[in-house]
Each structure stands twice: as C-alpha cells, then as structure tokens.
T-cell receptor, first 115, second 112 residues
C-alpha cells in the first residue's frame, strides 16, 4: 500500500529563518513520482515540484530546495530565508506509474512565518 | 488561459437532494481526478479518470459517482448527499500519468 507521512502538522518560524518540511513515503512500485504543492490562505493549490523515482538529484529554485533520498524514502523541502508570503499549507504527494492513477497526499504541514 | 473550472464554488444543500459539481479543463488533459479536503486529513482522492469513458475509484469513493463522456469534463455526482460529505472538493487534471496536476479553485459543499 502507498502512504505519505508528513509528521509535522504545524510549524512556526520567525521570518528569515530556514525551515525544512519533512515528507516520508511508502510504495512498492519501482517507478513513481513525488510532488510538493502549496496551499496559501486564499485556498488554491499550487504545484511546486515534481520528482521521478529515478532522479535523485537535489533541486534548488530560488529560496526553495528539495532533497530526495530513496534510501530513506524521503523527499524533504527546505525554504531558506523564509518570508511571510511563504505562510501556507504544504502537501507532499505520491503518484505511481503502474497501471492506475492513484495519487496519495500527505496530511499537510501548516507553516506560519512570523514577522 | 489554461485552467480548470469548477461550479458551483459554494453550495449548501439538504440531505438526500441529488447534486452535481461540474469540472472542466481547457488543456486537453487526459487525466483528471476529484479530491476532498477535510481538516487534518489532507486531500483524499475520490475518483480518477485516465481517459474518456475510463474511470476508477480512488481512496474514498463511497457515496460519489463520476462520468467522463468528453475529455474536458469530469462531473462529480452525489446522488444522496449526507452530512459527512460536507467538505471542500477539488478537481484536478494533468497531461500525462506522473505529471503535475492543475487544480480547480475548489467547491465548498455543506450538507445539512
């Protein structure tokens, strides 16, 4: 069975601090995709990044970076020099590529950036 | 503009009164899904579709139906809504399996 665990329900940090959001997944599939989505207070869901199971390169996009480690089944997300606009709920998701299109989301981490 | 639209955005209804939430995408995507979002539970997939006339159950399909007669539309049907279906619903589409999803704005449903 597939599972995504975001153990941190809620995190608060002061602006300009770095913060890491954890995501641990379980799957028996060899081919799969991992995603992060952001849900700001306005409610829409915004795609941030996609990673396939064969690409373990870390990725950096501005202040955002992602660390994918198959050995620990983790796909962690770090925000460097956080800003108030980063306040949102962040979801990690797992999507397989083995015949069906079941997609599992974690329960989300609510991030508060305090001014 | 590429987008996923849902209607209505807000709906208050009574137990047992059939309703349909529409979802339409203009990106020619093959893959579409419906989710519900509840506090503390994240997003849970209700149904998905991999192409026209191809639909299947997600994690929480009970009490819901879907259809995919055209590529662009993927309506969610609640034949006899109950209060436990009060939730925020999202429709999403993607152009390939394993691709990122584009989400609609959400439909907040209240069943009394």
């Amino acid at each position: 069975a597939q599972k995504v665990t975001q153990a941190q329900t809620e995190i608060s940090v002061v602006e300009k601090e770095d913060v890491t959001l954890d995501c641990v997944y379980e799957t028996r599939d060899t081919t799969y995709y991992l995603f992060w989505y952001k849900q700001p207070p306005s409610g829409e869901l915004v795609f941030l990044i996609r990673r396939n199971s064969f690409d373990e390169q870390n990725e950096i996009s501005g202040r955002y970076s992602w660390n994918f480690q198959k050995s620990t089944s983790s796909f962690n997300f770090t925000i460097t020099a956080s800003q108030v606009v980063d306040s949102a709920v962040y979801f990690c998701a797992l999507r397989n590529n083995m015949g069906d299109d079941k997609i599992i989301f974690g329960k989300g981490t609510r991030l508060h950036i305090l001014p | 503009e590429a987008q996923v639209t849902q209607n209505p955005r807000y709906l208050i209804t009574v137990t047992g009164k059939k309703l349909t939430v529409t979802c339409s995408q203009n990106m020619n995507h093959e893959y579409m899904s419906w989710y519900r979002q509840d506090p503390g539970l994240g997003l849970r997939q209700i149904y998905y579709s991999m192409n026209v006339e191809v639909t299947d159950k997600g994690d929480v399909p009970e009490g819901y139906k879907v259809s995919r007669k055209e590529k662009r539309n993927f309506p969610l049907i609640l034949e006899s809504p109950s209060p436990n279906q009060t939730s925020l619903y999202f429709c999403a589409s993607s152009h390939r399996q394993g691709g990122e999803q584009y989400f609609g704005p959400g439909t907040r449903l209240t069943v009394t």
